[in-house]
């Protein structure tokens, strides 16, 4: 049924029997740089490459700190608890995400509010945000309570899903009006803009992942941005078992985390990081062959990049018509050896997440039935 699909897909990467949905890609001083680490011997917890890559990534996306971690849940749990998040509060995200994100806020003892998504950035909807904030919180002293609960909502963790930058600005408006400190969840949209200004900077925290499937990879790593010192200072000792500086002695000020980015991984995501333009550019170029190819499907639409925005385009994106269609193009192209897959399962359907609050949902419902991710690789 869907051949004509299969063979496009195909012919944008030629000469694979089985084609991923991402894969990593290592064409740059990757092997020199790790070579370097294990003949330095500093391959754990010190290393220059870990303060090369901060400074990186303070550089790429223009914040003024930068903190690299052992993973993007790791990053988030960390920006969660320095941000005052604690035990009894609500966090505002969306359902439509990786558990990860609901995950680091359930660390600090916090329980997710699930908002709905918009249907062309299919990231945290500003409308909705605003409706529920109107509807169902008060301001008390310096914070947003929930009337209903009577809980403090310390938080709203937005995410760029799949890439595509979602309306922050609107977002960073909302949270600074309602006193909600904003994180931003750009473990997927490392490079995407939104009127010109990087994901993950619209917050008072950003958060990146560099998972293996992810645009840029170092096997395992996240990283924290902000502009706040105070705050960045903190992510980094909270991030190191809280130990206080001293050449020798073991003194800790506070219950830390081991979520430090080791010396080797930080080699390797130094050495991706170099290439990342590269990376885009030839991502943008897929995706508008995809573009291309989609608009001639009358069946199928395509996920173009919101208006205003410049998406990383970490996976390519479709919309089938319904459910059984859906189901119906996951089965033939897996097993044509083109890996797709759907959305994640909505957060407040899985029974860990089924007791959290939610609005009505309707986009992300509608979204969750119809998406598919399509391979999306560098191809260079
Ligand atoms: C990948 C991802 C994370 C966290 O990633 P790690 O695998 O822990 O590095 C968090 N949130 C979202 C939305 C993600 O896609």
Redesign the pocket.
């Known amino acids: 049924m869907f051949e004509a699909v299969t063979s496009q897909i195909r012919s944008f990467f030629p000469n694979r029997d089985f084609i991923p949905l991402h894969e990593p890609k290592f064409i740059g001083r990757e092997k020199e740089y790790l070579a370097a680490t294990i003949d330095s011997t500093f391959v754990s917890s010190v290393g220059k490459f870990v303060d090369r890559f901060e400074e990186m990534m303070r550089d790429y996306t223009g914040t003024g700190h930068a903190v690299a971690t052992v ?6 749990h960390a920006a969660l608890v320095v941000a005052g998040v604690t035990a009894g509060d609500e966090v505002i995200t969306q359902p439509l ?2 558990v ?2 609901a995950n ?1 806020i359930s660390y600090c003892g916090a329980q997710p509010v699930f908002l709905d998504v918009d249907c062309d950035t299919m990231g945290l909807s500003p409308d909705a945000l605003r409706a529920f904030l109107e509807e169902h919180t008060e301001q008390s002293g310096n914070s947003c309570r929930n009337k209903t609960t009577g809980r403090r909502i310390r938080a709203c963790v937005p ?1 760029h ?1 799949f890439g595509h930058p979602c309306r922050i600005e609107e977002i960073a408006d909302l949270c600074r009006t309602h006193n909600l400190f904003l994180i931003e ?1 750009a ?2 949209s490392l490079g995407s803009t939104r009127v010109g200004k990087q994901t993950g900077t619209f917050g008072t925290l950003g ?1 990146y ?3 293996g ?2 645009t840029i990879t170092c096997g ?3 990283a924290i941005v902000t502009n706040d010192k105070t705050l960045a200072a903190h992510a980094k000792h909270l991030t190191t078992t809280a130990k206080k500086p001293h050449p020798y002695l073991y003194e800790h000020d506070e219950v830390g985390f081991n979520y430090r980015m080791p010396n080797l991984n930080a080699a390797l995501a130094c050495a991706q990081l170099e290439n990342l333009d590269r990376f885009l550019a030839d991502k943008r170029e897929l995706a508008e062959l995809y573009r291309n190819f989609f608009s001639t499907q009358p069946a199928i639409d395509f996920v173009a990049e919101p208006e205003g925005t410049r998406a990383n385009h970490w996976l390519n994106t479709i919309l089938l018509t319904d459910r059984p269609t859906r189901d119906l193009f996951l089965a033939e192209t897996n097993e044509a050896g083109i890996q797709t897959r759907p959305a994640w399962t909505l957060l407040n359907r899985l029974k860990i997440y089924g007791h959290c609050r939610t609005d009505g949902l309707v986009n992300a419902t509608w979204l969750a039935e119809r998406i598919v991710n399509i391979p999306s690789s560098v191809r260079l």
């Open positions: 993973n993007g849940t790791a990053a988030l995400t990786f990860a994100t680091a995410m899903t969840d473990a997927e958060v992942s560099f998972n499937n992810k395992g790593g996240g």
